[in-house]
Nanobody, 115 residues
Framework: EVQLVESGGGLVQPGGSLRLSCVTS????????MHWVRQAPGKGLEWVST????????TYADDVKGRFTISRDNAKNMLYLQLNSLKTEDTAMYYC????????RGQGTQVTVSS
């Protein structure tokens, strides 16, 4: 059974940072391109970032580029997302996902950016 369990979200002030983690199991993580997606209140799922199987290549949505960093640890089957310089518009539920559209995602971790 595929399992994706996110953690690390919380309430942070604008300009703050968070590190999200995703524990995975039930599939060959090291052979799987992984993604982070998010869903803001009242909106649809939005792709945030993608990382290659080896971790050497990553891509980002324009509105997070330069502020967020995706990474992975294949030995631990873990996916991460470092969120820096957070803005109120980054408030959303964040999901790790096996696909870019978020169809195969975990239960999510809430990130709230507010003063």
């Amino acid at each position: 059974e595929v399992q994706l369990v996110e953690s690390g979200g919380g309430l942070v002030q604008p300009g703050g940072s968070l590190r999200l983690s995703c524990v995975t199991s039930g599939f060959t993580f090291s052979n799987t391109v992984m993604h982070w997606v998010r869903q803001a209140p009242g909106k649809g799922l939005e792709w945030v970032s993608t990382i290659s199987t080896g971790g050497g290549l990553s891509t980002y949505a324009d509105d997070v580029k330069g502020r967020f960093t995706i990474s992975r640890d294949n030995a631990k089957n873990m996916l991460y997302l470092q969120l820096n310089s957070l803005k109120t518009e980054d408030t959303a539920m964040y999901y790790c996902s096996k696909d870019r559209t978020g169809t195969a995602r975990g239960q999510g971790t809430q990130v709230t950016v507010s003063s």
